[in-house]
């Protein structure tokens, strides 16, 4: 796997590690902003709905007290036979009637259970005496048992068969002076348009209902959960908020919120709140006390559709898109400050091990990797520099090995290799050219006898002599050598016969005169040959030994010059 995919993948996964771990805290921190704010929200809403009842109905049960402790009526409760009194307090009633919000009223009496009602339309004009209650009827029982409490004051939804309505029942008892019960009267609020005004106010996510002092649903929405007439309903068959709730803990929850209110009576606008599944939705639920009615209001706050996912997509969005963002940066900057710098280092090194000093382009980033790039520049000229240096040295050398090689250290002229590599050349050259050269092969006459007698260093300031005269005697592109001994070999080229019989002459006459001004008087033998194009190096040589060896023979100190033909063209 390269460098670039794995900084690449490594930076993936720590950047979604971190993003993952952020999502995390964010989930943590936002569920519990939004459970704070719900709280919140749910405790205002609370107070809000409730404060909404209360308006609604305070001012009813007021004219309902009112009403309750009207002399005329209470008289006529005492009195219920006596019809100046039932004529005044059907007056009284009916200018409360005009009051009520809803128009109507009812008066029961305890003394003979006779039962009053007139509503908005004044149907019951004159004829407010509609029929008697009965204790042994089920649809009387609410009354009976309302007295049978003794409670002051009480709210009731019920229908009224006898009338023919539903209605939320505002129900006050009338009692004498005394305190004694004389019976009850009140007015009733249309449901329909209650629910409507109070409870069903078409707020999306919010539901609100009252429930009673024992949790029976009072006003909710749905008609259907409505426990009607609950006050006379035995405890279990009754219509609970808790069958408004999914489980068995919701509901165990709702109903310790309202356990929790009961005992705090006392405190002012206490609300409890907490999280509950309604039909599968996860909803704040917010309760408060009602000490005024007896009720409580229950808020259900759906927080899906006060604040939607949805509302998260272009979080999650602008998240994603600083994702990649980041990746992309992340890869520019990795890209252009490490990884191809790198690449181009790396290929730089490659060059430089095979020994190519021709280096490619490499970016220098402002970081170590630049540096590098610049240290590694600076030691490849270095090192192209020094290897030049040695390869120049190594070259000098080997040119001066070379050449020292082919060259006799005491006379300074050409040893036996380095006449044998002119040979070959010339040997080239006059099979290339098809034109001969001249060869001579040379040789001090007695020079042991010199050895002998001056000693070998004499015998060898003798042999640099020759080799002095013999340059002396040549022309500057004529080669001497010193075959060994006292042998010196001489390659004449360009050259013509005549010219090699000059030369084989003037050099035997030229050492015999030089070295009459010496202490060592010397004479040389001289054998020549004049080579054809095509002659190998053996025959050559062959000719001009047998050259200096015809010299030898005919007395020394002469010139031999020997013809392809074998034959001499002048004896010394
Ligand atoms: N001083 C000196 N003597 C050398 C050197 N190399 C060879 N010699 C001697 O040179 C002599 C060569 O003798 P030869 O060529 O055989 O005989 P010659 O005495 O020259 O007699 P001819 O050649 O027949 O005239 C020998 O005594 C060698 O020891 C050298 O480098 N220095």
């Given at each position: 796997m390269s460098l670039k995919t794995r900084i690449l993948g490594l930076a993936a996964i720590l950047i979604i590690s971190a993003a993952t771990a952020s999502w995390l805290a964010y989930r943590q921190l936002s569920s519990s902003i939004i459970e704070r704010w719900g709280q919140q929200v749910a405790e205002i809403q609370v107070r809000y709905d409730s404060a909404r009842l209360l308006q609604s109905l305070e001012r009813e049960i007021g004219l309902a007290r009112q009403m309750a402790k009207s002399s005329a009526l209470v008289q006529w409760a005492q009195n219920p036979d006596a019809p100046q009194r039932q004529a005044e307090a059907i007056h009284q009633m009916e200018s409360f009637r005009t009051n009520f919000r809803d128009k109507s009223y009812f008066v029961a009496l305890r003394s003979n259970g006779h039962y009053f009602y007139n509503n908005a339309n004044n149907e019951y004009a004159g004829n407010q005496y509609r029929y008697t209650l009965n204790p042994d009827n089920p649809d009387d029982a609410w009354f009976f048992q309302l007295i049978a409490e003794g409670r002051d004051f009480h709210l009731n939804v019920n229908p009224d068969t006898e009338l023919g309505v539903t209605k939320l029942w505002i129900d006050v008892l009338m009692r004498d002076p005394q305190g004694e019960i004389l019976g009850m009267v009140g007015t009733g609020l249309n449901l329909d348009s209650f629910l409507q005004d109070i409870?069903?106010?078409?707020?999306?996510g919010i539901t609100t209902l009252f429930v009673d002092y024992n949790g029976a649903i009072q006003l909710y929405r749905d008609r259907n959960y409505i426990d009607f007439a609950s006050i006379i309903k035995p405890e279990g068959q009754k219509n609970t908020v808790d069958l408004l709730f999914d489980t068995p803990q919701d509901k165990q929850k709702i109903l310790g919120m309202l356990q929790l209110l009961k005992h705090r009576q006392g405190q002012a606008g206490a609300v409890e709140s907490g999280f509950v599944t309604v039909d599968g939705r996860e909803h704040l639920a917010g309760v408060a006390f009602l000490p005024t009615i007896g009720w409580f209001e229950i808020t259900l706050i759906d927080l899906d559709t006060l604040l939607p996912a949805s509302y998260l997509w272009p979080l999650i969005g602008v998240f994603l898109i600083s994702l990649l963002v980041s990746l992309l940066l992340f890869h520019i900057i990795i890209q252009s400050r490490i990884l191809r710098p790198l690449l181009a280092l790396e290929g730089g090194v490659k060059r430089l091990r095979e020994g190519d000093f021709n280096l490619p382009y490499m970016p220098k980033p402002d970081n170590e990797i630049g540096r590098l790039v610049d240290h590694f520049e600076t030691m490849a000229n270095r090192l192209q520099y020094n290897t030049h240096e040695l390869e120049t040295e190594v070259n000098l050398r080997t040119e001066e090995l070379h050449r020292l090689a082919r060259v006799d250290a005491l006379t300074g002229l050409k040893n036996r290799r380095g006449i044998d590599e002119l040979l070959e050349q010339e040997i080239q050259r006059a099979a290339r050219q098809n034109q001969g050269f001249g060869l001579i092969w040379l040789d001090i006459d007695h020079f042991k006898a010199i050895n002998d007698h001056y000693g070998h260093q004499a015998g060898d300031e003798v042999l640099c002599r020759v080799a002095l005269w013999l340059k002396t005697c040549l022309r500057p592109y004529d080669h001497p050598g010193r075959w060994g001994g006292d042998e010196f070999v001489i390659v004449l080229s360009p050259c013509d016969p005549q010219t090699l019989d000059q030369i084989a002459h003037r050099i035997r006459a030229h050492v015999e005169v030089e070295s009459q001004r010496t202490g060592t008087p010397v004479t040389v033998s001289v054998g020549g040959y004049y080579g054809q194009p095509g002659e190998g190096l053996d025959t050559l040589l062959r000719h001009a030994d047998q050259a200096l060896y015809q010299a030898k023979q005919r007395g020394r100190n002469c010139v031999f010059i020997r013809r392809p033909q074998n034959e001499p063209i002048r004896p010394a």
């Open positions: 409870v069903d106010i078409g707020q999306a």
